[in-house]
C-alpha cells in the first residue's frame, strides 16, 4: 500500500508547481442509465450509441473554446450504465473529484441518485421529465434542464386552444409514465380551459411493436379503436412509453390532427430547427457527430453550457456555487430559442420555449401570443411557483 | 427593370441640390439576392443573383468593389456595383456571416460562424493573410477608426474579442451580455457599443484607458411590447457621435440614442425583426433591413422619423450604402 499521506504531498506539490502555468479544470461528466428497451415503432427513432454524449461533448468543447479566453479547462466523462450499476457509478464520479454531473435517467432513478449524492454534488437532470421531481419530490442537488412533463402539455395546450381546437379526445397508453401524461393533459386542458370529451387507454398487450404485416393490422385496428368518440376537434396520445400514438395519424375515424405523442409533439429540440441562429448550432453539431441533434443532445449540451456559463460569469466552479449562481437572477443563457433561458428560483427548472414539431418542420413554438404571465410568458409552461409543493429550494 | 431605369434617369439629370443619389445595396438571405434601391426616389432599380444565402454587405471606400458574404457558398462574392457583374471570389473560410473592410478599403475580416475563426483577406491579392482563433460563433466585426483594432464578437462565448491588427493576436477580451451580434465605434474611437441580442442590452465600453471597460448597459422598454422581443442587433453611430441607433429586432423598432448620455430618446417603428442598418453617406437617411417584412424602412435621421418602407427581396439581412 502507498502512504495516503505522501501521496497527498507529492499531489499538492504537483498542483503547486503546475497551477501558475495550467487553467483552472472544470471537471464535468454526463451519466446515462440505460434501460433495456424494445425498438422504438419507427426505426428512425433507435437511440444511438452516443445518445446524449454527443450533445455534451459539443457544450464542453464550447466551453472550451470560451475557457481558452478565461483560463478555464473543461472536461467531460461520459458514462452508460445499467440500472443495477448506477449508483456505483455515482459513487466513481465522486471519488475522481467530479462534483458536476448531468443524468439521463428515468425519474426515479435520478431521484434515488440524488439522494445518494448528498450536497457536494449538482446534477443536472438531462433526461426526466417526472412532474414529481420539480415538485413534492424535488431536491435541492438537482437543476433541471429538461423540461417537466406539464411544459410539454401545456405547450400543445396553448397551440391547440390558439387553433381553437378546444374539443380534445385523450388516449393514453396502460403504462404508469402514459398514465403521468394523461394527468398532465387533464390539468394543461383545465388550465388553459380546454375540455377533454372523451378518454381512452390504449392496452399494451405485449404484441411486437414493428412486424412485417404491422401497417395492415394498424389500417384496421386504430379505427376500430376511434370509432364513435364523442365530437372532438383533435386527439392527443399519451404514450410515453412509445407503444402506439405514431399509428394515430391518418387511421383515425374521424378525421382529425393528432397531436402530444404524433402527430404535433412537444420537444425541447429538433434536428429540423432552424430559427435564432440554430442551424449554425445544428451545422456544428453534424460535424462533430455526423448525426442529428436529438433532444437528449440538446438537453445535456445544456447542463454543460449552464456549467460554462456559471464559471464563466462567476469564475466558481465548485457545485455549491455553481447552483447558487445558476439559480440567482444574474443567470441567464442563450440557447437558440429566441429568447434567454434561466431557471425557477423555486424549484431548480429552466425556463425554455418548447418547440412543436411534426417531425419535419417547426410548426410553432410556445408559449403562445395571448398567453401572458406577471413575470415571464416562460412561466404559462409548467407548474408556477404558487402551486409548488417543492420546498428544497427555500420555497 | 429596364423601364423603371429609364424613367428615373431624367428624375437625377434634373435634380439640383447637395443631396447625391446614391446606390443602396440590400443583401437577401433567402432571395439569394441583392436589391439596388436609389436613395433619392426609393426605387428599386435593380435585383441581380448573389450567392446563396447572402448576410453581411459592404462596399470598397472607392466605390468600385461591393463585398457580400455568400454564407452558404463559404466564400465572399466580389460585385462590380455599376455592372452588377460578379468579379470573382475571395477565400473567406466557412459560413462567412459578417465583416469589416479596413478603413483605407484593406484587409477584409471576415467572421466565420462554424468555425471560431476570423479569417483575414487581402482584397487585392486574394490571399489569407491570417485566422485568428476567437470564441464560439463569431459574429459582430468592427475596425477601429485608427485600423490599430479589430472587435469581434462571439455570440456563444458572450465576448468581444480585441484584436490587435499588427499581430492579429487577442489582446483584450470582454464578457458582455448575451449573444453579441454587432460592434460600432464612434468615429473619434474612444466609446465601442455592442450589442447582445438574447441579453437584450448594448453594452457601452469605454476606450481611453488601456483597459477597455464596459461603462453603462442600455436597456430598452417599449410599452406594449414583451421585453423578451426587445432585441438589439444592428447598432450605427452617427460621425458626430450625437446619435445611436439601435435595431431591435422582433420589437420592430429602432431605438434612438443620445451619444452623449447614452440614453435611450425614442423608439422608431419600423418594418417585421429589423436586422442591420446603414446610413447614406450624408447621414441624412438611415436604412433599415426588415426580415420578416421583406422591406427595408428609411428614417429620416434629423427628424428621427420613418419616411417610408421599400419592398425588397426575401428576407433582407444586411444593407450597404455606395459612397459619393
Redesign the interface.
Known amino acids: 500500500m502507498t502512504n495516503p499521506s505522501l501521496l497527498l504531498a507529492v499531489f499538492w506539490a504537483a498542483m503547486l508547481i503546475a497551477s501558475p502555468l495550467q487553467a483552472a479544470e472544470v471537471k464535468t461528466a454526463v451519466l446515462r442509465i440505460d434501460r433495456v428497451l424494445g425498438p422504438p415503432i419507427s426505426r428512425l427513432d433507435a437511440p444511438p450509441a452516443d445518445l446524449g454524449f454527443a450533445g455534451a461533448m459539443l457544450g464542453n468543447e464550447?466551453n472550451r473554446?470560451?475557457g481558452?479566453?478565461?483560463g478555464m479547462d473543461y472536461t467531460v466523462k461520459t458514462q452508460a450504465v445499467a440500472p443495477e450499476q448506477a449508483e456505483a457509478a455515482l459513487d466513481a464520479l465522486k471519488a475522481e473529484g467530479i462534483g458536476l454531473i448531468a443524468v439521463i435517467a428515468e425519474g426515479d432513478m435520478l431521484k434515488a441518485l440524488s439522494d445518494r449524492a448528498g450536497p457536494e454534488v449538482l446534477l443536472l437532470n438531462a433526461g426526466a421529465r417526472d412532474e414529481a421531481l420539480r415538485d413534492a419530490d424535488c431536491r435541492a442537488n438537482v437543476l433541471h434542464v429538461s423540461p417537466s412533463r406539464s411544459m410539454l402539455s401545456d405547450s400543445i395546450v396553448q397551440f391547440l386552444m390558439w387553433k381553437k381546437w378546444s374539443r380534445i379526445l385523450l388516449i393514453h397508453g396502460s403504462h404508469p409514465e402514459d398514465k403521468l401524461l394523461a394527468d398532465s393533459y387533464r390539468k394543461s386542458a383545465a388550465k388553459f380551459g380546454a375540455e377533454i370529451v372523451e378518454e381512452r387507454e390504449f392496452v399494451d398487450t405485449g404484441g411486437g411493436r414493428r412486424t412485417d404485416t404491422g401497417h395492415v393490422m394498424v389500417q384496421k385496428q386504430i379505427p376500430v379503436f376511434t370509432q364513435d368518440a364523442e365530437d372532438h376537434d383533435v386527439v392527443v396520445a399519451a404514450d410515453e412509453a412509445g407503444v402506439f400514438a405514431p399509428y394515430l395519424p391518418y387511421h383515425t375515424w374521424d378525421p382529425r390532427p393528432v397531436a402530444g405523442s404524433a402527430g404535433l409533439r412537444p420537444v425541447s429540440w429538433h434536428a429540423a430547427h432552424e430559427a435564432w441562429?440554430a442551424t449554425?448550432?445544428q451545422?456544428?453539431f453534424e460535424?462533430l457527430t455526423g448525426r442529428n441533434m436529438r433532444e437528449e443532445d440538446y438537453q445535456a449540451w445544456l447542463a454543460m453550457?449552464v456549467i460554462g456559463?456559471v464559471v464563466?460569469?462567476s469564475g466558481k466552479a465548485d457545485p455549491v456555487s455553481v447552483r447558487a449562481y445558476a439559480l440567482s437572477p444574474d443567470f441567464?443563457?442563450?440557447a437558440f430559442k429566441?429568447?434567454?433561458l434561466t431557471f425557477r428560483s423555486w424549484n431548480g427548472q429552466l425556463r425554455q420555449p418548447i418547440l412543436l414539431t411534426d417531425g419535419r418542420v417547426t410548426v410553432s413554438v410556445s408559449p403562445q401570443d395571448g398567453f401572458l404571465h406577471q413575470h415571464?410568458?416562460l412561466d404559462t409552461l409548467g407548474i408556477d411557483a404558487p402551486e409548488t409543493a417543492c420546498q428544497a429550494f427555500g420555497g | 427593370m429596364l423601364r423603371s431605369a429609364l424613367a428615373f434617369l431624367p428624375a437625377v439629370l434634373m435634380f439640383v441640390g447637395p443631396a447625391l443619389a446614391n446606390k443602396v445595396f440590400v443583401s437577401n438571405e433567402r432571395g439569394n439576392s441583392v436589391t439596388v434601391l436609389d436613395s433619392q426616389s426609393w426605387e428599386v432599380i435593380a435585383t441581380f443573383p448573389a450567392g446563396n444565402r447572402p448576410r453581411g454587405i459592404t462596399i470598397s471606400p472607392d466605390g468600385k468593389e461591393l463585398y457580400v458574404c455568400a454564407s452558404d457558398d463559404d466564400t465572399v462574392r466580389v460585385f462590380d456595383p455599376e455592372t452588377y457583374e460578379e468579379l470573382h471570389t475571395l477565400p473567406s473560410g466557412p459560413?462567412p456571416e459578417l465583416f469589416a473592410l479596413d478603413p483605407s478599403g484593406n484587409p477584409l475580416y471576415i467572421a466565420n460562424?462554424?468555425d471560431?475563426l476570423v479569417t483575414v483577406v487581402d482584397v487585392k491579392t486574394r490571399q489569407v493573410l491570417a485566422e485568428v482563433?476567437v470564441?464560439?460563433?463569431p459574429e459582430g466585426v468592427a475596425v477601429s477608426p485608427d485600423a490599430k483594432t479589430v472587435i469581434n464578437t462571439?455570440?456563444?462565448?458572450?465576448?468581444a474579442?480585441f484584436i490587435d491588427t499588427s499581430s492579429y493576436k487577442?489582446v483584450h477580451?470582454v464578457?458582455v451580455?448575451?449573444?453579441p451580434r454587432y460592434a460600432e465605434f464612434t468615429a473619434d474611437g474612444k466609446k465601442l457599443y455592442v450589442s447582445s441580442?438574447?441579453?437584450?442590452t448594448v453594452s457601452v465600453i469605454d476606450l481611453s484607458a488601456a483597459e477597455p471597460k464596459i461603462t453603462k448597459k442600455i436597456t430598452f422598454a417599449v410599452p406594449g411590447v414583451?421585453p423578451?422581443?426587445l432585441q438589439p442587433v444592428g447598432v450605427k453611430a452617427t460621425k458626430d457621435g450625437s446619435r445611436v441607433f439601435v435595431a431591435l429586432g422582433?420589437a420592430n423598432r429602432v431605438a434612438v440614442i443620445d451619444g452623449k448620455t447614452d440614453e435611450v430618446l425614442d423608439y422608431l417603428l419600423v418594418g417585421q425583426r429589423v436586422w442591420q442598418m446603414a446610413f447614406t453617406p450624408d447621414e441624412e437617411f438611415l436604412i433599415t433591413t426588415n426580415g420578416n417584412s421583406n422591406d427595408v424602412s428609411i428614417i429620416d435621421v434629423k427628424a428621427e422619423e420613418v419616411i417610408r418602407s421599400v419592398q425588397v427581396g426575401e428576407q433582407p439581412w444586411g444593407v450597404v450604402v455606395a459612397p459619393n
Not at chain 2, 441580442?197 to 437584450?200: K, S
Open positions: 464550447d473554446t470560451t481558452a479566453f478565461t441562429g449554425q448550432f451545422r456544428r460535424k453550457r456559463e464563466t460569469r441567464e443563457l442563450a429566441g429568447q434567454k415571464s410568458p | 459560413d460562424e462554424d471560431n482563433p470564441g464560439v460563433e462571439s455570440e456563444t462565448t458572450n465576448m474579442h487577442i477580451n464578457l451580455d448575451q449573444r441580442e438574447i441579453g437584450g414583451l423578451e422581443w422582433p
